[in-house]
């Protein structure tokens, strides 16, 4: 079982940024896809990019593409999701995933307890 834990998340103004930290322990693959998810208060989570720890591949869904970019340090064990001009639709509370390769699902994922980001207009 990998341990995950987030951190990184505040308040900031619209238009700010933010760099959340999502550190990995325990049993870890070097196969394996990290994530970002978040969800904001009525809604439901919702992916928003993945990172392959062995080839750096990298993917975003809508809601993540072109403001937030996602990176790790496998030195570190660490992955980041560097997010700017932040919008007040972007407050949530953030999540970081492991999953052991491509092909398992999210639904098997280990997951962090969360980090909240708020983006006041």
């Known amino acids: 079982q990998v341990q995950l834990v987030e951190s990184g998340g505040g308040l900031v103004q619209a238009g700010g940024s933010l760099r959340l930290s999502c550190a990995a322990s325990g049993r870890t693959f070097s196969s394996a896809v990290m994530g970002w998810f978040r969800q904001a208060p009525g809604k439901e989570r919702e992916f928003l990019a993945s990172i392959t720890w062995n080839d750096g591949t990298t993917y975003y869904s809508q809601p993540g593409k072109g403001r937030f970019t996602i990176s790790g340090d496998s030195a570190k064990n660490t992955v980041y999701l560097q997010m700017n001009n932040l919008r007040p639709e972007d407050t949530a509370v953030y999540y970081c995933?492991?999953?052991?390769?491509?092909?398992?699902?999210?639904?098997?994922?280990?997951w962090g307890q969360g980090t909240p980001v708020t983006v006041s207009s």
């Open positions: 995933a492991a999953k052991a390769g491509a092909r398992t699902t999210w639904s098997s994922a280990s």
